[in-house]
């Protein structure tokens, strides 16, 4: 078992943003509102909510969003990702996420998940994305 720690300040930061994120998903598909946020290597937070598209699978994931607005801001490295969503069945990244989040992040990077209620979960990225392929596999031996 993993041990991932993450202060309490930059959890609230992380859970408020996505929340506020999720708040201005354009879901009107699914209607299905996924709010993310990233915490970057200089602190700060960076939140994507889902957009969806009429041609569905052009619709992109609130952590795409979050991880595309860290790097528009200069943020080249992911410490930590929440994913917001709501309801019974807690709200885990695809598995074009964890790819797309193993790009920024380590195998010990957090990921927390939270409901309407709170943060419920926490994994490693390696938990969820097991024996990844990532830019180091590119570098030449
Ligand atoms: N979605 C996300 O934004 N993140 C996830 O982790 C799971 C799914 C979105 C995609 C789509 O807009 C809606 O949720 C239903 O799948």
Redesign the pocket.
Known sequence: MAIITLGDEPQRALLQAARAARLN?Y?P??N???G?AVLDEQGQVHAG????NAAYPQ???????ALSAMVLAGGRRATALL?A?EGPTL????GG?RQKLREFAAPDTPVLVADGVGVQRWFTLDELLPHSFGPEHLKPA
């Open positions: 998903a879901a598909y699914s299905f509102r996924v993310a909510c889902n957009v969806e619709g992109v994931c609130a952590e795409a969003a994913v969503g709200v885990t990244p695809c996420c």
